[in-house]
């Protein structure tokens, strides 16, 4: 009440303040509950003019409100969760909550007693994001990016907005606010399961500070400036990890949520020359809050815990251990420390993998972007590294963790929350699916099964000696061109995937790529979706465009189906004329393969040229502006002359 009581009377002088609304959250745990939140709303209304609701709280079956262990942090997520929507619905983007001091203080007592030390001492912020709504859109870190402005984007848009936690009151006392209330004639009402000593760890550490004399240091003017002193030293490294970030290059695909950087030298993590162990610990703590920078873009995980982040630096950034090592005594300076380095590291299900490839950020020798054109270098001397998402373990997929089953628009089933919600798949992409079929879309990752299936790009050699006829399947042709395509490999292994399932027999049928784009050819027309990155941020002054990288469009698919398609019939005509007595490199058709091997016994460019000249005047001078040369070469081996009437390479 004391927060309401200082608002309305601070709008009074200031008429620019924005409106105020009020939430009265009721638990249902005691009786009285109702009664008192309906009184609480009715003096916000009549005694301050400031309009109300009051959010009467649905517990789940499965939660048992006698658990005392449990109650708190289950309340704690049902009261956020419920908030969060409420301001959605109210279209509110900031919420004000009435901690106080003694709130921020038993806050670091809980954390002391739980041994969360370090980061934990810091306590609550007095900004943040609403917490405990992971994965509700409109409420967490999204929701104000309109439909116009995502279709705008290629290929989709990132998603914007969300709910702020605002803590004003931190810095004083429940005595100072209740003499506020005293002063200003507001009542207020406070809830007596406060003051059960044993109904949670917080009331008991509320009543142990109140009735009982403590140690100095555990004291709450103790306790509130240790966070202080913890929340400036995190800023601290905060704001030196964020100069770092600006000065890391950054290639970013959207469309898998894989990452290539390059990080700055070791010199960016200090304003001061790293000499001593003491210089090295401390650039340490600095690049632990640069990875958890990076690790945002592409984890799954809402916020990476940041303690287990440091197992990244003694590979990203080995010098920090041979300084602190060579310089603290541990080790003779002969002998050097065992290093930790690795070219693959793991934490958070995001893959760290060393980026031994030429560079993307530098100017490749081909005329081609992609990542696959670029030729190898023999050594990339910068310190570049792959991130993708780390592939999914086979038992999360038999326990089907992570799949949204989408019903027929026209089923009884479906409802506006499976129809039209956003979802948040694999903590990453917010994809709505609009189902007009008759049978459920499956959301889920593509099994490794359907990824090995859809990179086969030939026919099988068994069909080809058997005689068996073995089409083209024009079908699931964009599907495998969009996987095809994807630069580097690793991050095709937590594609999101679209399966329509039988009713009956429960089987699943690949039918689309969403963050690919890609779907069966030709398309059902059973399905629409639209997808959005995750609210990111790349740092002041450096755009989405500035970083984003797309392998996949349309026009790639085009002529990588294209070119999938003559391979296919390519191979399948030579097996057929190789298994009926033919010799193997007849011409026939506008364009001619040839593998590696015949091309060098054939006579390589001597048949070229005779080839060339004795065809001229057929192609009307086609030989002479696409001549066959060692650039015209697809990554199976095989060489082509194009003819001008298909797609370039």
């Not at 632990?288 to 990476?304: A, D, F, H, K």
């Not at 670029?374 to 992570?402: D, F, I, M, Y």
């Amino acid at each position: 009440m004391a927060l309401a009581t200082m608002y309305s009377k601070a709008a009074l002088d200031d008429p620019r303040m924005p409106p105020l609304h009020g939430f009265i959250v009721d638990h249902k745990v005691r009786p009285e509950s109702s009664e008192e939140a309906e009184w609480v709303a009715e003096h916000l209304r009549s005694k301050l003019g400031i309009p109300s609701t009051v959010i009467p709280l649905t517990w789940p079956g499965q939660i048992d409100q006698s658990d005392n262990t449990r109650f708190e942090a289950d309340a704690r997520r049902l009261r956020y969760q419920a908030l969060g929507l409420a301001c959605r619905e109210h279209n509110i983007k900031s919420l004000m909550i009435a901690h106080h001091l003694e709130d921020q203080a038993e806050t670091i007592f809980m954390r002391l007693i739980n041994f969360r030390f370090r980061t934990g001492l810091a306590g609550v912020r007095a900004v943040d994001w609403l917490p405990e709504c992971y994965g509700i859109h409109g409420v967490n870190r999204s929701g104000d990016l309109s439909d116009e402005e995502a279709n705008a984007q290629a290929p989709f848009a990132f998603e914007r907005g969300g709910i702020r936690i605002l803590r004003p009151l931190l810095p004083f006392t429940k005595d100072r606010l209740i003499a506020t209330c005293k002063e200003h004639g507001t009542q207020w009402v406070e809830d007596k399961t406060n003051h059960i000593a044993t109904f949670t760890v917080r009331n008991a550490i509320r009543h142990v500070a109140k009735n009982h004399k403590l140690p100095v240091a555990l004291q709450t003017r103790s306790l509130v400036r240790l966070s202080q002193n913890m929340q400036d030293r995190v800023q601290q490294h905060i704001e030196q990890a964020e100069r770092a970030f600006e000065k890391t290059l950054l290639k970013f695909d959207v469309q898998t949520g894989s990452l290539i950087m390059r990080l700055p030298p070791v010199s960016a993590l200090s304003d001061k020359p790293i000499v001593t162990p003491s210089d090295a610990t401390k650039a340490r703590n600095t690049a632990v809050y640069l990875m958890e920078r990076i690790t945002q873009l592409v984890s799954p995980l809402e916020r990476p815990a940041l303690g287990q982040m440091s197992s990244t630096i003694d590979s990203t950034y080995p010098e920090l251990a041979r300084i602190e090592a060579g310089e603290d005594g541990t080790q003779p300076q002969s002998q050097p420390a065992q290093s930790k380095e690795s070219s693959s590291v793991n934490v958070h299900d995001v893959w760290f993998i060393k980026w031994d490839s030429a560079s993307p950020f530098e100017e490749p020798n081909s005329k081609s972007s992609g990542l696959r054109h670029v030729s190898k270098a023999s050594a990339n001397p910068h310190n570049e590294w792959l991130l993708c998402r780390l592939p999914r373990r086979a038992s999360e997929e038999t326990r089907q963790v992570g799949w949204v089953t989408i019903p027929p628009s026209t089923s009884t089933t479906a409802t506006a929350t499976t129809t039209q919600q956003w979802h948040l798949f694999d903590g990453r992409h917010w994809i709505r699916v609009h189902n007009h079929g008759p049978n459920p879309l499956v959301l889920r990752h593509l099994p490794l099964s359907t990824l090995i299936s859809l990179r086969v790009s030939r026919p099988r050699a068994t069909d080809l000696k058997e005689g068996k006829d073995t089409p083209f399947d024009d079908s699931t042709a964009y599907l495998k061109a969009a996987v095809s395509l994807v630069e580097p490999h690793q991050a095709a292994s937590a594609l999101m995937g679209l399966f329509e399932q039988d009713v009956a027999t429960g089987e699943q049928r690949l039918v689309a790529l969403p963050t690919l784009g890609a779907s069966l050819e030709p398309p059902l027309g059973t399905c629409k979706w639209d997808v959005r990155y995750k609210a990111v941020d790349f740092g002041a002054g450096r755009a989405a465009q500035d970083v984003l990288s797309c392998s996949v469009t349309g026009e790639a698919m085009e002529r990588r189906v294209w070119k999938m398609r003559r391979k296919w019939n390519f191979i399948s005509q030579t097996a057929e004329r190789a298994r009926v007595g033919v010799k193997p490199g007849h011409r026939g058709g506008s364009r001619v393969y040839k593998p590696e091997r015949e091309w060098k016994e054939g006579g390589g460019r001597k048949k070229q040229h005779q080839h060339q000249h004795q065809h001229q005047k057929k192609r009307d001078g086609q030989s002479k502006k696409f001549p066959l040369n060692n650039n015209n070469k697809d990554k199976e081996g095989f060489r082509y002359r194009d003819n001008g009437h298909g797609p370039s390479t």
